[in-house]
């Protein structure tokens, strides 16, 4: 039996900084990859526009709330899903328009419905965290996984993803709900995402921070860090994580 398999890849895009001189980098990381689930954080209206351009064979959330063009989204391949619905959820975050960002999609051609998240939990260097010194992240970890219990249908294959600014804590505890990132399925060491030289602003930081998870009904086929330039820039001060899974 022949199982539908998924390319997706997580990719935070750095707010605005340095843009537009990224951009054309930016264009060519998604013509050659092309996922087939894109998932984005630090999102703008300006990089939003741009994308929808030039993968204009993608669908991605619409919606009124300001978090979709100027935090994040969530982009899929038309002619292989079709959006079922969507929502966004409370889990905690210190910025005003973070959220729990997901949507479920129908495989086109068949009945097989998945569920897709992404978040971008709060920066460890944020002032509210550097002055009483506890992290906001182990709340925000706690409540996704609260979110993803309550959202989650029964045999559903379930992904959630994003920069989540920390390389222990989110990947420790989403097991305790079945989540565990595409490269502890595969006994693979977690490459460190961050920073990308020469395009970030620190380059002392060697940090394993942005994530894709799975529930036990998606299994991860493969999983890289891609550390893609198109000249002499990367799209982003964070590498992409790609992996592609079986449904």
């Known amino acids: 039996m022949q199982y539908p398999r998924l390319s997706i890849v997580t990719y935070n ?16 990381f998604l013509d050659l990859f092309t996922p087939d689930i894109l998932c984005i954080q630090e999102l703008r209206e300006e990089t939003q526009s741009f994308i929808d351009k030039i993968i204009p064979k993608h669908q991605r959330v619409n919606d009124d709330f300001p978090g979709w063009s100027c935090e994040g989204n969530i982009y899929w391949k038309s002619d292989l899903l079709e959006e079922i619905d969507h929502g966004t959820e409370d889990i905690g975050m210190l910025e005003e328009h973070r959220r729990l960002f997901w949507v479920r999609l129908k495989l086109n051609g068949g009945a097989r419905i998945i569920f897709v998240s992404t978040a971008h ?4 260097g944020h002032e509210k965290e550097m002055e009483p010194g506890i992290s906001p ?11 993803l219990q309550r959202l989650v249908k ?10 989540l600014n920390d390389s222990v804590i989110p990947a420790r505890l989403m097991g305790e709900v079945g989540y565990e990132s595409c490269f502890k399925a595969l006994n693979m ?20 921070i942005d994530w894709i998870m799975a529930n036990s009904y998606a299994r991860p086929l493969s999983a890289t860090v891609p550390h893609f330039y198109f000249g002499d820039f990367a799209p982003s001060d964070h590498w992409p994580v790609l992996a592609v899974y079986e449904i």
Request: aromatic letters at 14%; hydrophobic letters at 30%.
């Open 13 to 28: 895009l750095w707010n605005t900084e340095r843009w537009p001189q990224r951009a054309e980098a930016l264009n060519k």
């Open 121 to 124: 939990f709060t920066y460890q």
């Open 137 to 147: 992240r182990l709340g925000q970890t706690r409540r996704t996984m609260e979110e």
């Open 154 to 163: 029964n045999d559903e294959p379930a992904f959630f993803m994003g920069d």
């Open 189 to 208: 060491i977690s490459p460190p995402t961050y920073p990308c030289n020469p395009t970030a602003k620190y380059l002392n930081m060697n940090q394993a």
